[in-house]
């Protein structure tokens, strides 16, 4: 199956795949995809392959998407550890869940929080100002109907988030 983790910027989507990354570690029947994404590795964020433009053109992505002036992709490979019948966790833009489900068994992860504690985790990072963390806070993106979605509230502590999370993934 594979399960794709969304949800707003600041809900700790990162911090807890992560986190569960290194909690399954030694489970070969789960693998949590590597994203390619054309932006500098020393830029910051995930460990992600970093790539130009061009690179990103000539690889194969199983699902791939535009945000932020930056090109995401997921591996074409993934498919073959889908053949497998293992659980493959991906973090990936909203706009690509129905084109997912179109080609795949899926779950949806949605990682979430109250707008205040976005907000407060937005400002934190720092790296926008208070006009875009507002804009952040008020986009609405629907997911589709007919989708297994698990939802994990991400507002206390980060033990408790990854146990929600990992509760979310079983």
Same mark, same amino acid.
């Given at each position: 199956m594979l399960v794709l983790v969304v949800g707003p910027s600041g809900a700790g989507k990162d911090t807890l795949l992560a986190a569960a990354r290194r909690g399954l570690a030694g489970d070969p029947r789960v693998r949590f995809v590597r994203r390619t994404i054309?932006?500098? /590795?020393?830029a910051g964020g995930e460990d992600h392959d970093? $790539?130009?433009? &061009?690179?990103?053109? /000539?690889?194969?992505?199983? %699902?791939?998407?535009a945000a932020h002036g930056l090109r995401y992709g997921i591996p074409a490979d993934i498919g073959r550890d889908l053949? *497998?019948?293992?659980? $493959? #966790? &991906?973090? !990936?833009? *909203?706009? !690509?869940i129905a084109d997912a489900a179109s080609r795949f068994a899926i779950r949806v992860v949605e990682v979430t929080?109250?707008?205040? #504690? %976005?907000?407060? *985790? %937005?400002a934190a990072r720092g790296r926008e100002d208070a006009d875009d963390v507002a804009r952040r806070l008020t986009r609405i993106v629907s997911l589709p109907e007919g989708v297994d979605v698990r939802r994990v509230v991400n507002d206390g502590t980060l033990e408790d988030g990854v146990a929600r999370f990992l509760a979310a993934l079983a």
């Open positions: 054309t932006r500098p /590795a020393e970093a $790539v130009t433009d &061009a690179e990103f053109a /000539a690889r194969d992505h199983a %699902l791939q998407w053949d *497998r019948g293992m659980t $493959v #966790v &991906a973090n !990936v833009s *909203r706009m !690509v929080a109250p707008p205040h #504690v %976005l907000a407060a *985790r %937005l």
